[in-house]
């Protein structure tokens, strides 16, 4: 399988001018190679692949002159690009979904270019770069498997990073038969079926009377002026920080359970409609349900765990002991069984249910 290992570098600022300058030029093409395929079809019917744009790569060479500073399969690579959006496009138009279509890139929008085969090497912290130059690299791990592919990606904060795809075959962890369910929740981040609960960090809640102060100045700025683009990148980087923070609190937990747990239950939950809901949708947003789900699921996997996602309907209204339904409103935070007399937190008892759900999906102890 493929994994992205991801490191910042730290460019010279005459690397800096030359990589803005790439995604410069590479936003331009993608434009092009968009407007190109909608005036065929606008005006012919004719609709044009990736071999044919591929191939006006030299003819527009001698048009801009800056793209002939640009390694060959980086120019290759965006036509790649602009042919997977249009297969996107096409497919969800076939499955009947809102289609999309491809979107023109406007300044400053286009923030990554990709060698795909060769035209770097990675020597110790020394990336090297055709056309580039040597770039120092803050190697904080170590790379796993064969490098196939080099992206070089610059942040909102004008932070520059470079992302390795390389072939990887995961080590399975030792065989594991304890099982958990797993609730998530606002109350609490996310509660098991042992009865453990790991707490809501609230990272935007906790940033939120900063980055208040911060789009205030912004909005006062007048546009177009270096103040505003000043103003702007503090509040990046707010956001850049509050993301940071969550994606390093899903990672930890993540591994955590992966590696005390051999099954793994978790509710199949649509956020997106969850935040229709206006009163709760900035906290549901905060929490990372889904980042959190799909980490576990992507780890589970690479260590040959067992994980299911279940339907959450009534997990928190039925009795984990005898099957009794009740109805539970948010503000009820002990479920007491009338029927077995069973006293339960309630999202313990809701994890319970969910295992109970992921065993029989499983045929484990249905």
């Known amino acids: 399988m493929l994994k992205t290992f991801k490191y910042r570098i730290y460019p010279t600022k005459k690397q800096v001018h030359i990589m803005s300058q790439w995604l410069e030029d590479c936003r331009w093409l993608f434009n092009h ?17 990736y071999y044919t744009q591929a191939k006006s790569l030299p003819v527009l060479k001698e048009q801009r002159l800056s793209l002939a500073n640009i390694h060959s399969q980086v120019l290759q690579n965006v036509a790649v690009r602009v042919d997977l959006a249009f297969k996107a496009f096409f497919r969800r138009v076939r499955a009947g ?44 791990r170590p790379i796993e498997g064969k490098i196939k592919t080099c992206t070089i990606k610059r942040s909102f904060t004008s932070k520059w990073y470079v992302m390795f795809s390389c072939e990887w075959e995961s080590t399975p962890l030792p065989q594991n038969n304890e099982a958990v369910g797993i609730d998530v929740g606002l109350h609490s981040f ?3 079926s042992t009865g453990e609960k790991i707490e809501n960090p609230k990272f ?98 690479w260590a ?28 009820k935070r002990v479920f007491k069984c009338p029927c077995c007399g069973l006293v339960l937190d309630r999202d313990v008892n809701a994890a319970l249910n969910i295992l109970g759900l992921g065993r029989q999906a499983l045929g484990i102890n249905p």
């Open 97 to 140: 979904e809102k289609p999309g279509y491809p979107r023109f890139r406007g300044k400053g929008r286009y923030d990554s270019f990709t060698f795909p085969q060769n035209g770097f090497s990675l020597n110790g912290n020394v990336l090297r770069l055709s056309k580039i130059g040597d770039i120092k690299v803050v190697l904080h």
């Open 204 to 301: 935007f809640r906790r940033e939120e009377n900063e980055l208040v102060k911060a789009q205030r100045k912004l909005s006062k700025a007048e546009k177009g002026t270096r103040e505003r683009k000043k103003r702007r990148k503090v509040v990046a980087r707010i956001h850049e920080r509050i993301a940071w923070k969550r994606q390093n609190f899903i990672h930890q937990h993540s591994r955590k359970i992966v590696n005390c747990f051999g099954i793994i239950a978790v509710e199949d939950i649509y956020v997106n409609r969850m935040l229709h809901n206006h009163c709760l949708a900035k906290s549901i947003s905060d929490a990372a349900w889904s980042g959190f789900f799909r980490l576990l699921a992507m780890k589970a996997e």
């Open 190 to 192: 996310a509660t098991l």
């Open 33 to 49: 190679f968009i407007a190109e395929r909608k005036e065929a079809w606008e005006q012919e019917q004719k609709s044009i692949n």
């Open 304 to 331: 040959a765990r067992k994980f299911v996602a279940v339907n959450p309907a009534y997990t928190s209204q039925n009795c984990s002991n005898c099957g009794h339904r009740q109805k539970m409103p948010l503000s």
